[in-house]
């Protein structure tokens, strides 16, 4: 009896209204799962990936689907109308460049020489800064270890008097050419030479500063322009300072981090500033003038009578200057606290009280409610009400 075969949808993990860039994208996921040149003498995963290819023919093309959804298997064994299976017709071209791109690191993508100039790798580092260095911008010296042409080879990596040859592999081209038996054949595939890693040369005689890289290492300083109104985890970057190119192509760039200090008094949210500001009883109470500190310096703020704690005030283009215009600058805002006193004189007591008295006696408030009779009864009148 033959083996009954699961149903093309199943075996792709897909639905039955699935369109074709689902279909697709379902098999590529499984061919690349069960591929034979990634399971070598894996029979298991040989018969998964002959079942997902065969599910795959049919159901990707318009014609074969519309008679599979009609008769099922049927449709290609003869039973149906059909004519039999094959994979006549389906194409696996794009999947494959996939597949073997991801297997031998070639593919379509490297269809082109990869010995062409390429830009180096950038480089990172940090910078410390004061906040008041990120309200008006600083300037910061950094140091860094950077590759520099050899000067005993002159950057060609050889040792002085040789040069650097064709590599023989590849013949110079940067990538070689192999064939991959697969279920449907020979493939042919491309991939980066590894003898040069791409760059068409090898060296037989390495330079003995360099050991055959061309570059040496060299500690370097460099100024960095801090520009005001930068906040902490923002980047500076110096175009052109990063690592040397490939095959002549430009150098990296070197990417500063901008660490900022935090600040015992401000605190900073986009562009504007917060801080808190102490003030006397008296200055609430009467009015008057008290001092502000600001990243400008000090500034005199003349405080209203009867102003309550935790009182905003807003100081108009106070804060952080914007990246864009300097010019333009965030406000700072002070949040106003009334500052109790913890220590008072015997005179300074007595004054507090007579003040107390004269302006609604809560310190004896407690005791005047205790002494009030309970309204709900006759029988308390005049007596003190008792809690317990």
């Known amino acids: ?43 298991e995963a040989e018969m998964k990936f002959k079942e997902a290819s065969e599910a795959y023919a049919i159901l990707s093309d318009p014609e074969k689907r519309r008679q599979y959804d009609q008769f099922g298997h049927a449709a290609f064994d003869g039973a149906g109308g059909g004519g039999g299976f094959d994979f006549n017709g389906a194409d696996f071209s794009d999947i494959f460049g996939d597949i073997f791109g991801d297997f031998f690191g070639g593919g379509r993508k490297s269809s082109g020489r990869n010995s062409g100039p390429m830009k180096g790798a950038n480089l990172r580092t940090s910078v410390r800064i004061k906040f008041e260095e990120a309200v008006f911008g600083c300037e910061k010296e950094i140091e860094l270890t950077v590759k520099e042409n050899c000067k005993t080879c002159n950057g060609t990596g050889a040792k002085p008097g040789t040069s650097p ?25 491309v991939q980066t030479c590894p003898d040069c890693q791409g760059k068409g040369k090898v060296i037989k005689e390495k330079c003995s500063d360099c050991h055959g890289t061309g570059y040496v290492p060299m500690k370097k300083r460099y100024a960095v322009d801090i520009p ?35 600040h015992p008094i401000f605190q900073r949210e986009d562009y504007n500033i917060y801080s808190t500001v102490p003030m006397s009883f008296a200055v609430a109470a009467l009015g008057g003038e008290i001092m502000i ?13 009867g102003t309550q704690t935790d009182t905003k005030v807003r100081l108009r283009g106070k804060g952080v200057p914007t990246l864009r215009n300097k010019e333009v600058r965030g406000d700072h805002y002070v949040t106003l606290v009334v500052q109790v006193p913890d220590k008072l004189k015997p005179e300074a007591k ?39």
């Open 228 to 262: 005001a109104g930068v906040d902490s985890g923002q980047c500076k970057r110096l175009a052109g300072l990063g690592e040397p190119g490939i095959n002549g192509g430009p150098r990296g760039d070197v990417l500063v981090e901008i660490i900022v200090d935090r």
């Open 293 to 305: 500190d600001t990243v400008d310096g000090q500034v005199i703020y003349d405080v209203k009578p």
């Open 1 to 43: 009896m033959a083996e009954q075969k699961r149903d093309y949808y199943e075996v792709l993990g897909v639905d039955k209204n699935a369109d074709d860039a689902a279909i697709k994208k379902a098999y590529r996921a499984l061919a690349k799962k069960y591929h034979p040149d990634n399971h070598p003498g894996d029979k």
């Open 165 to 189: 040859e064709t590599c023989s592999k590849c013949g110079g081209n940067g990538q070689v050419v192999f064939t991959s038996q697969s279920f449907f054949g020979t493939v042919r595939n």
């Open 350 to 388: 007595e004054l507090l009280k007579q003040f107390d008295a004269l302006s609604g006696d809560t310190l004896n408030a407690t005791k005047k409610d205790s002494e009030k009779p309970d309204p709900g009864t006759t029988e308390g009148k005049g007596k003190k009400k008792k809690f317990w």
